[in-house]
């Protein structure tokens, strides 16, 4: 039972930092995407 508790344990930190690496390595991407967008929209609708 306190393998199994402790296996649950381990499983739930490994998904936290493979989210956090996740979050690390893709959050620039997506903010320099939302700003390119940003930039693109006011382009294409400034006259």
Request: proline share 4%.
């Amino acid at each position: 039972m306190e393998a199994e508790q402790r296996n649950l344990v381990m499983r739930i930190l490994k998904t936290a930092l493979s989210l956090f690496v996740a979050a690390t390595v893709l959050g620039p991407f997506v903010a320099l995407s939302a700003y390119a967008a940003t930039i693109l929209a006011a382009a294409v609708v400034a006259p």
